[in-house]
């Protein structure tokens, strides 16, 4: 059974830092890239980065581009997102998502509040 736990959301004032991780099991880790999520209130969901199976590459939406990074540990099975600079519209809960067979795959999410 794929599984994604998120977790590392919390409350946190603009500028602050947060991270993000995602542990996973189920399928081949290693051999799947990954993607961070994000559906703000009231809002769709949102990308916000990709990473190669590797890691070796990766992307941003342009509103976290240079406040955001992702990562992976492909012996532990897991996801990171560091994000710094937080601002009040990053106010969102955060999924990492796999596609497996065609079919997107999420977690639960974790909540993120900037907010003073």
């Known amino acids: 059974e794929v599984q994604l736990v998120e977790s590392g959301g919390g409350l946190v004032q603009p500028g602050g830092s947060l991270r993000l991780s995602c542990a996973t099991s189920?399928?081949?880790?290693?051999?799947?890239?990954m993607t961070w999520v994000r559906q703000a209130p009231g809002k769709g969901l949102e990308w916000v980065s990709s990473?190669?199976?590797?890691?070796?590459?990766?992307s941003y939406a342009d509103s976290v581009k240079g406040r955001f990074t992702i990562s992976r540990d492909n012996v532990r099975n897991t996801l990171y997102l560091q994000m710094n600079s937080l601002r009040p519209e990053d106010t969102a809960v955060y999924y990492c998502?796999?596609?497996?067979?065609?079919?997107?795959?999420r977690g639960q999410g974790t909540q993120v509040t900037v907010s003073s």
């Open positions: 990473i190669s199976s590797g890691g070796s590459s990766s």
């Open positions: 189920g399928f081949t880790f290693r051999r799947a890239a």
């Open positions: 998502a796999v596609t497996l067979s065609d079919s997107e795959r």
